[in-house]
């Protein structure tokens, strides 16, 4: 019986981590085309350069405050019905970002970009819909992969901008406008995917499977784990506090690269590759968090981070080792999201499972938006290499609350939940 339940989940797994895909890549295709235009229309709609940063922010305060709703509608009605209603929304938002630019309203754009950002919680909470059913013996690496489709919009998506503008002037919309209607029918096709792909759903699946287990008393390897709040706590922060050393040393590069002479090409490169670094290998720390142990993959993203700063830091004059460290920052960033999610879901029960990873998502697009802020503080007193040096102290905390979570793991013999998930 549990054989054929095993057997069953994983041909339902192949599934939901094809439709997964699909869906981060239409997603990935609407918020790559958009959230860069959202500066450049925030100064002009604003009528102040000042005005620009407004963007990113409203895009990042709208995927923290979708977070936890929607966890919390996964955990009630399944994750089709939460990531669709998510992308929805993100669809929903591009429209109200067209009529902003059509009537000239500031604070209609940042509504209507606050609602395009929620299309950032769903693919958050997307790589955690990879996890429901996943053995845990390929969880890091199907997780990994839906990280990984993130690239295809991620790279993809701004070259749409040329053709955007074509569209909107075909369609008799305004300057900018064109690009957002790609926003709308990519998220609009993405809640599609997700609504009708994800069936049965695979938290519902994971459910009901857990409780066919319990009723026999019969073990498997993908069976329900009791609450480890102790590591939760752990994998949070390091997802949290990592989200927060790339965005922090991220987001004043580009700053940083202008001040000192660069071409805006350089900074165009220099972005992209560290967004590749971000994305494209996750499927190499999926596998690595398979056969080392989620722990031991953070770790070796942290030590990743200090490799990175410390190029960043001590070569932050020479435009080459920039680009390395923004490289690597990705890579630290890849590892330790990668290792921290699966850890998460692990180490949390079905029945609090989604609401836990909202929280996740939330404090880690929260710890992102602070530390972006704060780095710009810290730039302007101490400077680049300054703010390199100030953000190891990050990577320091998440190896200390590491190495305690692996203390305390093994003490309460957890492996024994979930072999190999806290080797290290």
Do not use: C
Not at 147 to 152: E, K
Not at 354 to 377: E, N, P, R, W
């Amino acid at each position: 019986m549990t054989a054929q339940t095993d057997a069953s989940l994983e041909i339902a797994q192949r599934k939901v981590r094809a439709v997964l895909i699909l869906g981060q890549i239409m997603a990935g295709l609407g918020m790559g085309a958009t959230l860069s235009m959202g500066a450049i229309l925030a100064g002009r709609i604003g009528g102040s350069d000042a005005l620009s940063g407004m963007a990113a922010t409203m895009a990042t305060l709208g995927a923290a405050l979708a977070a936890v709703p929607l966890a919390s509608l996964a955990s009630r009605a399944g994750r089709a019905i939460s990531l669709a209603s998510g992308a929805s929304v993100a669809a929903l938002g591009g429209l109200v970002v067209i009529g902003a630019i059509v009537v000239s309203s500031f604070i209609l754009l940042l509504v209507g970009l606050m609602m395009v950002g929620v299309g950032t919680a769903v693919n958050l909470q997307s790589r955690f819909a990879a996890t429901d059913i996943a053995a845990p013996a390929t969880r890091g690496r199907d997780l990994s992969l839906v990280v990984w489709a993130t690239t295809v919009g991620a790279v993809s998506g701004p070259n749409l901008l040329t053709p955007g503008e074509i569209l909107g002037g075909w369609l008799g919309l305004p300057e900018l406008a064109g690009p957002f209607v790609f926003t709308v029918g990519a998220q609009l096709s993405a809640a599609i995917v997700y609504f009708v792909g994800l069936r049965p759903d695979p938290l519902t699946l994971a459910k009901d499977a857990a409780l066919a287990r319990a009723t026999s008393g019969s073990t498997s390897p993908t069976q329900d784990v009791p609450d480890s709040p102790q590591v939760q706590r752990a994998a949070i922060a390091a997802i949290a506090l990592s989200h927060a050393v790339m965005v922090s040393v991220m987001a004043m590069t580009p700053v940083h690269l202008v001040n000192h002479g660069a071409s805006l090409a350089i900074v165009g490169f220099t972005i992209s590759l560290h967004i590749a670094g971000m994305y494209a290998l996750a499927p190499l720390f999926g596998i690595l968090a398979d056969r080392l142990g989620r722990i031991s993959t953070i770790m070796i993203g942290q030590v990743i981070f200090a490799i990175s700063l410390a190029f960043t830091g001590f070569g932050s004059e020479n435009e080459i080792a920039v680009v390395i460290g923004l490289v690597l920052l990705g890579l630290g960033w890849s590892a330790s999201t990668v290792a921290g999610s699966t850890l998460l879901t692990e180490s949390t029960s079905l029945a609090r499972r989604a609401k836990v990873q909202g929280v996740s998502d939330l404090l880690m697009s929260g710890s992102g938006a602070t530390g972006g802020a704060l780095a710009g503080v810290v730039l302007s007193f101490l400077g680049y290499s300054g703010l390199s040096f100030v953000v190891v102290s990050l990577v320091v905390i998440i190896s200390l609350t590491m190495a305690v979570a692996h203390r305390r793991g093994h003490s309460a013999k957890l492996r024994d939940l979930s072999p190999s998930t806290y080797d290290i």
